[in-house]
């Protein structure tokens, strides 16, 4: 396989960046709408969680977008997500897929004006081969890799285990050897003066305050069109909605269905619904277990029985569920692969959902054993009562909508539930560590489904304290991984796809992940102050949450008299990149840096 870099934009970034006003007050912080100009940050309105800027760590979404626009791996995903250039032009295979080679054009550089060498590549992918506390965020990624050697300044090879199917070159960012190798990169915070390849890098960081980001002028595709890019912190979405409505941000996504509502007909306010990668799951604790094998939280040990595990999944109504909290703006769940990948999507031969019936878990649970007491709660087999949390963010509205029609349709199956609202910090710890009994959860998939399926084997459970590998659920299971290992494996693209749906399917039907259900996206920005948004897929994609940086590198200011009154309206044509300051401030209290793993719109 092989692909060429795409041919330099030669406009360049005029005027010089606008300071912006931070009030740490109410809701959010108070920035004067602005007239359209090149010197004005685009603003973005962001209320998830950062847990590092470190891209050997950071997995949560908020930390992994802003590093998008700052790391690029050695190959890129498009516009329509298919394989393109990032610090490699090109790149070919030998014939029995075991040697890849990657070429580096002698155009590429740093942002401090050093050049990107095959050395830089070679030191990120040994950095996560041989140190377990660097493999958080890809270490599922080189397992197959023997080795990585630079043949020269320009050429890396990478010669692996066994052929597989994913591109090695996509999806790690790399970094540059020269400033990493001076410090310990496991504790390397990389958030303030960083150096990066790609459009915009970070120049500081206040925890709770600020991120600033400047423009890349060695960026090889161009340098960017406008000032900045101002990640403006909401305590939730509601405030983010009233700070588009008055012109403190320019853009906003990961609205509810009611917040998109109301910003119907608003002035020069555009609403756009993209293609989603993400699903929303409930996830349930099998017993979790280290990466030794032992047992780790404090999860109910009734869940370890795969039958209450069916039931529950037999207890939620998805339909209910996408048609009351969605207003039906999604798409019903069925594995962890999104609609948007329709080559990966549904369940293998032989595999089926499990459907919505209270009838059919009654007498599942009566066969199995648990009886009803007086109370009508069930047993478990210690003859406790069956009573299970449910843990759920306090930032996402539709957590505990779910949770009330849970709580109901659990009762009527003869299980209590005690739901938990808690912080997005408090899910990510105790649930990477076991310790909770169902919570809500989800992840967004890239074009290749390699990564997802990754988290899954028995080599990603992490260490007993948390650290180690990212897995989804700390679970384990032979029969996955040889289907994991089969997929990952096969070279026919068609024979693939089946591998893939029965590696999914397999996951699905060990009922720890229960896919609710695929959101769309909801957007929504100033047509009064920012065009060009690059949406990817450019049919129907979305501006925010991509696999790449288009959204944002395509945005130019607008004229002053060219604003407009937008609802529902199609976003304009791709244009020349755009540059980055983003500041970041928090309102209604700092924000907590969160390990390893978070819930739904939180994670990558």
Same mark, same amino acid.
Request: charge should be negative; proline fraction near 6%.
């Given at each position: 396989?092989?692909?060429?870099?795409?041919?330099?934009f030669?406009?360049?970034?005029?005027?010089?960046?606008?300071?912006?006003?931070?009030?740490?007050?109410?809701?959010?912080?108070?920035?004067?709408? =602005?007239?359209?100009?090149?010197?004005?940050?685009?603003?973005?309105?962001?209320?998830?969680?950062?847990?590092?800027?470190?891209?050997?760590?950071?997995?949560?979404?908020?930390?992994?977008?802003?590093?998008?626009?700052?790391?690029?791996?050695?190959?890129?995903?498009?516009?329509?997500?298919?394989?393109?250039?990032g610090?490699?032009?090109?790149?070919?295979?030998s014939?029995?897929? %075991?040697?890849?080679?990657?070429?580096i054009?002698?155009?590429?550089?740093?942002?401090?004006?050093?050049?990107?060498?095959?050395d830089?590549?070679?030191?990120?992918?040994?950095?996560?081969?041989?140190?377990?506390?660097? /493999?958080?965020?890809?270490?599922?990624?080189?397992?197959?890799?023997?080795?990585?050697?630079?043949?020269?300044?320009?050429t890396?090879?990478?010669?692996?285990?066994?052929?597989q199917?994913?591109?090695? $070159? /996509?999806?790690?960012? %790399?970094?540059?050897?020269?400033? #990493?190798?001076?410090?310990?990169?496991?504790?390397?915070?990389?958030?303030?003066?960083?150096?990066?390849?790609?459009p915009?890098?970070?120049?500081?960081?206040?925890?709770?305050?600020?991120?600033?980001?400047?423009?890349?002028?060695?960026?090889?595709?161009?340098?960017?069109?406008?000032? @900045?890019?101002?990640?403006?912190?909401?305590?939730?979405?509601?405030a983010?909605?009233?700070?588009?409505?008055?012109?403190?941000?320019?853009?906003?996504?990961?609205l509810?269905?009611?917040?998109?509502?109301?910003?119907?007909?608003?002035?020069?306010?555009?609403?756009?619904?993209?293609? @989603?990668?993400?699903?929303?799951?409930?996830?349930?604790?099998?017993?979790?277990?280290?990466?030794? $094998?032992?047992?780790? $939280?404090?999860g109910?040990?009734?869940?370890?029985?795969?039958?209450?595990?069916?039931a529950?999944?037999?207890?939620?109504?998805?339909?209910?569920?996408?048609?009351? !909290?969605?207003?039906?703006?999604?798409?019903l769940?069925?594995?962890? !692969?999104?609609?948007?990948?329709?080559?990966?999507?549904?369940?293998?031969?032989?595999?089926?959902?499990?459907?919505?019936?209270?009838?059919?878990?009654?007498?599942?649970?009566?066969?199995?054993?648990?009886?009803?007491?007086?109370?009508? %709660?069930?047993?478990?087999?210690?003859?406790?009562?069956?009573?299970?949390?449910?843990?759920?963010?306090?930032?996402?509205?539709?957590?505990?909508?779910?949770?009330?029609?849970?709580?109901s349709?659990?009762?009527?199956?003869?299980?209590?539930?005690?739901?938990?609202?808690?912080?997005?910090?408090k899910?990510?710890?105790?649930?990477?560590?076991?310790?909770?009994?169902?919570?809500?959860?989800? #992840?967004?998939?890239?074009?290749?489904?390699?990564?997802?399926?990754?988290?899954?084997?028995?080599?990603?459970?992490?260490?007993?304290?948390?650290?180690?590998?990212?897995?989804?659920?700390?679970?384990?299971s032979?029969?996955?991984?040889?289907?994991?290992?089969?997929?990952?494996a096969?070279?026919?693209? $068609?024979?693939?796809?089946?591998?893939?749906?029965?590696?999914?399917?397999?996951?699905?039907?060990?009922?720890?992940?229960?896919?609710?259900?695929?959101?769309?996206?909801?957007?929504?920005?100033?047509?009064? =102050?920012?065009?060009?948004?690059?949406?990817?897929?450019?049919?129907?994609?979305?501006?925010?949450?991509?696999?790449?940086?288009?959204?944002?590198? @395509?945005?130019?200011?607008?004229?002053?008299?060219?604003?407009?009154?937008?609802?529902d309206?199609?976003?304009?044509?791709?244009?020349?990149?755009?540059?980055?300051?983003?500041?970041?401030?928090?309102?209604?209290?700092?924000?907590?840096?969160?390990?390893r793993?978070?819930?739904?719109e939180?994670?990558?």
């Amino acid at each position: 396989m092989i692909t060429t870099s795409r041919p330099r934009f030669l406009r360049a970034l005029t005027g010089v960046a606008a300071a912006a006003l931070l009030t740490l007050a109410g809701l959010a912080v108070t920035t004067p709408a =602005h007239a359209a100009d090149d010197s004005k940050p685009i603003k973005v309105a962001m209320f998830n969680d950062i847990d590092t800027f470190n891209p050997f760590t950071a997995v949560l979404l908020q930390s992994t977008g802003i590093n998008r626009y700052q790391y690029e791996a050695l190959v890129g995903y498009g516009r329509n997500s298919e394989p393109d250039a990032g610090i490699a032009d090109t790149w070919d295979t030998s014939d029995d897929g %075991i040697t890849w080679t990657f070429h580096i054009p002698k155009d590429r550089t740093w942002s401090d004006g050093k050049a990107i060498t095959a050395d830089d590549v070679v030191y990120t992918y040994t950095s996560i081969m041989k140190t377990s506390a660097l /493999q958080a965020a890809n270490g599922g990624l080189v397992t197959n890799i023997a080795d990585v050697k630079a043949t020269d300044p320009q050429t890396v090879v990478m010669t692996l285990k066994s052929a597989q199917a994913p591109n090695p $070159g /996509q999806e790690i960012p %790399i970094v540059p050897k020269h400033i #990493w190798d001076k410090q310990d990169p496991a504790k390397f915070a990389a958030d303030k003066d960083v150096v990066g390849s790609g459009p915009f890098t970070i120049t500081t960081y206040k925890t709770g305050q600020s991120v600033e980001l400047k423009a890349n002028p060695h960026f090889w595709r161009g340098k960017p069109q406008v000032s @900045g890019v101002t990640y403006v912190a909401y305590k939730n979405s509601d405030a983010a909605v009233q700070g588009l409505k008055s012109g403190e941000v320019d853009i906003a996504d990961g609205l509810t269905p009611a917040q998109y509502d109301s910003l119907k007909g608003a002035k020069n306010i555009t609403r756009h619904a993209g293609i @989603g990668r993400r699903y929303q799951a409930l996830a349930i604790n099998p017993g979790a277990i280290d990466i030794d $094998g032992k047992p780790m $939280g404090d999860g109910n040990p009734a869940l370890k029985d795969p039958k209450l595990r069916e039931a529950i999944f037999m207890a939620v109504d998805k339909k209910t569920l996408l048609d009351r !909290v969605l207003q039906g703006l999604g798409d019903l769940g069925q594995t962890e !692969v999104p609609k948007s990948y329709e080559k990966y999507f549904g369940f293998a031969e032989g595999y089926e959902e499990v459907p919505f019936d209270l009838d059919g878990a009654n007498k599942l649970l009566d066969e199995a054993g648990y009886k009803k007491g007086a109370n009508g %709660i069930r047993e478990d087999k210690d003859g406790k009562p069956l009573k299970l949390r449910l843990m759920g963010r306090n930032t996402e509205p539709a957590h505990a909508q779910m949770a009330d029609f849970l709580t109901s349709w659990f009762k009527d199956i003869g299980i209590a539930l005690d739901v938990s609202m808690v912080t997005p910090d408090k899910v990510n710890e105790d649930s990477t560590l076991g310790n909770y009994d169902l919570y809500f959860t989800g #992840w967004s998939l890239g074009p290749d489904p390699d990564n997802q399926l990754a988290m899954n084997t028995c080599a990603s459970r992490p260490n007993a304290d948390g650290s180690g590998n990212t897995s989804e659920n700390n679970w384990c299971s032979p029969e996955f991984d040889a289907a994991f290992k089969a997929q990952h494996a096969e070279l026919d693209e $068609g024979k693939r796809q089946e591998l893939v749906k029965k590696a999914f399917s397999i996951l699905y039907d060990a009922y720890v992940s229960d896919p609710i259900w695929y959101i769309k996206p909801l957007e929504a920005y100033r047509s009064d =102050h920012f065009t060009g948004f690059g949406l990817q897929p450019e049919k129907g994609g979305v501006i925010l949450n991509q696999n790449g940086y288009w959204g944002l590198y @395509g945005a130019k200011p607008v004229s002053s008299d060219s604003a407009s009154s937008d609802d529902d309206g199609g976003l304009p044509g791709w244009v020349i990149p755009v540059g980055a300051i983003v500041v970041l401030a928090a309102a209604g209290g700092a924000i907590v840096a969160s390990r390893r793993r978070s819930t739904g719109e939180d994670r990558e």
